[in-house]
């Protein structure tokens, strides 16, 4: 685990919808200010960032992947697998982000290892949630 | 001197004279006898025997005289012969008849003649006892008496003479009789003795020689079968009794040791008290005959037990209705009993009008001389029913090669005629509920010939159930197929089991779904004879469950992306509006402008998908009006009004329209042209000045293509496919709905075409859109309308 107790937390939030993406953002911040979120808008990009490959060269590896499902060229799944079977990527938790309430998505998403599935929170208690769900993350990482 | 005339008698005579047998026969001391004695007694030099014949006088005896015989005309005796006395002649030179005869005056110069006549016991006078001397003279009383006496015992050789003859005859005959005739002849002369007389033919009949053995009853008895000593021995007794003729049928002992048939026939003589003394007879062999007869007998009886057994109605009739026999079942058919029908009138028995028919049948068959067969009668049953007689009537030869007879035979066909009815009623049930069958239904032998097969089979292949007979699949089908079917077959005979299964099979070379069901039919003795199959068309089914399968996935995926698309809005509108409200309260204004916006962004977003979803759901739901639509106005105004709502006035726009008209719903190809118009502003040309063409195509079979080119950065072949579906978007952007390429595609369906994207060369985007006939769907109905309307109708097509 490439992060620590004294540096920020780093996102990769992957989300095509830009309000989306700026909600989520805002969510994040208020929970928390000690953390980084870089933003890609679809699958391609994602890995782009995540492999470091152009016009990514220089990002960042991410500690914890928000990934929307539903994305321009390559899907969440599609992303999620690729990570999955990447032996530098496998281990940065990916936490999957959807609107709907599909079981299909829950379950393609946990097959392919996905670390937890959120449905995308569209109100304070909802995002209250997510927050906690990344706390636990959090916690489970600074624990490892 | 005359000729002395012929007696009478004359014939009579001279056929006595022959039976006598003694002309030209040696001279016997018997007739020398006499004439020695007549020359004694009547003191003459010559006497002579004369026998007169037709031409001559011949001498049985002579004295005194060398001429045995001399000519008729010249004899002294045709003159004695006429008489019953002694004709004396005294002197012959002197008597009238006498003096020119040669003998007379010439040697031997004849004077005296004295001649007594030999007069038989039946009247004919065969010659003369005369004496003869050769100088004149007389003869006295007693001398004449003696010469007459003389001639009586001349005449008493000659009748023993007729006699020895006639018995030699009569023995000869006999002999020859007994010997030549088969029969064995037998004489029992004295019935008190034991001892027979049996003629060499009776031992030979036997096997013996003659005298081999005894001839005696005793003998007789021996031979005799011991069956047939009571009844022989009956019959004899019968013979002596005088109640019936010996007559009677028995075996004899062969010296082979066989028993032989014999017919033995006699007859008694009896003493002059009627008493029986004697019995004589005959026996014949009679084995070959008795055989025969047995023969004859054998087969009547056989030809009675065929006769007899056999179920239809059997007459032997002459020419004139005359039955001459039938069989039990014909008598019985007329209520009467065999023997009382043989012999009788056929019109006796039948209705008169019937037996005329009969007879006119009978003497065309006897005419002919041809069998004439399958003749339909009627006759009445029993019970007073009507009966179906089927009658074969067959013409017979006599020993002359002439039909005198013919035979009848009758079979009540009534009940089988029936029963054909009743069958072939069953059978056109059976045929009407198979060939109604939806299904087709067959069967076929073992060894996968056709039996059967329903109307549907015939009417799916186009095969004829004639043609269809005796072939086997690898006739009708490809082997690999045939080989199947076979191999399912053969599985079916052998497991005596139904086989369910589900198969493909290939009809006007298009494949066929079929439910099928194979079963074994047994005949009488349970082996299995067929293979039958019941296969029922799933092709439909089948396609309408892989339809229902689609539409399922289509609607789950439909579910799945409207509860994402439509939801995504309204996470950003509850998002920001939560936002905002929170910055109300902290009287926080200043990105509040920022989050109306945004709200108002998401809330039309999900208009646009809302009202696109309808579209798209309107499509199968709503009747569509064909009609011909020229394009160019069409994709004219749908550009210029796509191009004012994108504000891209720079980009080049062509026209390739090889087809100007087209058979379409006009509100079908608006939506085909601005979403593809659409599309290709969006995303086709991202840079000023970019270039378009918009055209159609011609296709075989009355098939169109449309098509819109852009030369933007194209689309990844992986894509190409995704982006027909609903919701699908490659560009992270707001500008389409992702439904637009959805309802392409449907529409293109609904026209039995298809909506894709066409590799090209060199950079950019072709989209396809094929249109065939407009098809019928379940969701709507679909009409072409022709002639004048379609003009009128292009003027009202809503553009814009």
Known sequence: MKSNLNSAIRFLLVEDDEDHADLIRRAILGATADVVIDSVGDGEEALAHLMQTKPHEGAKRPDVILLDINLPKLNGHQVLQKIKQSNALADIP??????????????????????????????EEEFSQLIAHLSKYWATMGMA | MPAAPHPVNEAERLQKLTDCRILDTEPEPAFDDITAL????????????????????????RVGLDAIQTPRDQAFCGYTILGDDVLVIDD????????????????????????????MDSGEALGTLCVIDYVPRTMNERQCEDLTRLARQAVRLLQGRIETSMLDDLSERLKLAVEGTNDGIWDWKNIEADEEWWSPKFYRLLGYEPNEIDSSVSTFKDLLHPDDVQRTWRAVKAAF?????????YRLRHKSGEYRWFQGRGRVFRDADGQPVRMAGSIRDVQNLVEVENA????????????????????????????????????DAMKCEVADVIGRQSELFFPADDAATFLLDDREVLDSGKPKLGIIEHHEGAHGERLLIRTDKLPIQNEDGEYDRLVAIATDITAITEAQRKLRESENQLKAILDNAPSVIFAKRIDGRYLFVNQEYTKLFGLDSSYLRDKTDFDIFPTEIAKRFRAMDEQVTRMRMPLHLEESVPVNDAPRHYLTVKFPMFDANGEVMAV??????????????????????????????????????????????????????????????????????????????????????????VDS???QVDLKPVINETIAQEVVVAGREDICWELELTVEKLAIDPTHLLHICQNLIGNAIRYGTPDNNGKVIVGS???????????VRDFGPGIAPEHREKIFGLFQRLENDKKGTGVGLAIVRKIAEMYGGSATVAPVTGEGTEFVVELGMPQRSSAGAMEVEQGEKQSEQRDSIPVG
């Open chain 2, 625 to 627: 009006e064909v009609t």
């Open chain 2, 38 to 61: 007549a020359c004694r007694l009547c003191d003459t030099p010559i006497a002579l025997i004369s026998l007169v014949d037709t031409d001559r006088q011949w001498f049985k005896s």
């Open chain 1, 94 to 123: 990916v936490i999957m982000l959807t609107t709907s309430q599909s079981e299909l998505d829950r379950d393609r998403a946990l097959m392919n290892d996905a670390d937890s599935f959120v449905s995308k929170p569209t109100n």
């Open chain 2, 697 to 707: 195509r011609s296709l075989p079979n009355q098939r169109v293509q449309l098509f």
């Open chain 2, 532 to 621: 039958g199959g019941v296969a029922t068309d799933i092709t439909e089914l089948k396609g309408a469950h892989a339809e229902l399968e689609r539409k399922n996935r289509e609607l789950e995926s439909f579910v799945y992306s409207a509860s994402h698309d439509l939801k995504s809005p309204l996470v950003t509108i509850l998002g920001y509006l939560s936002h905002m409200s929170r910055d109300l309260e902290d009287g926080n204004l200043e990105e509040l402008p920022d989050f109306a916006s945004r709200i108002k962004r998401a809330a039309e977003r999900m208009r646009r998908s809302i009202d696109d979803l309808l579209e798209l759901s309107r499509l199968g739901q």
């Open chain 2, 296 to 331: 004859a007998k054998m087969r009547e009886r056989e030809l009675r037990l065929i006769l007899d057994s056999v179920p239809s109605l059997i007459y032997f009739k002459d020419g004139n209705n005359k039955i001459l026999n039938l069989n039990k079942a014909a008598a």
């Open chain 2, 241 to 249: 009794d005088g109640t019936a003729r010996f007559d009677v049928r």
């Open chain 2, 92 to 119: 012959a030179s002197r008597d009238e008849r006498t003096r020119d005869n040669p003998l007379v005056t010439g040697p031997p110069h004849i004077r005296f003649y004295a001649g007594a006549p030999l007069r």
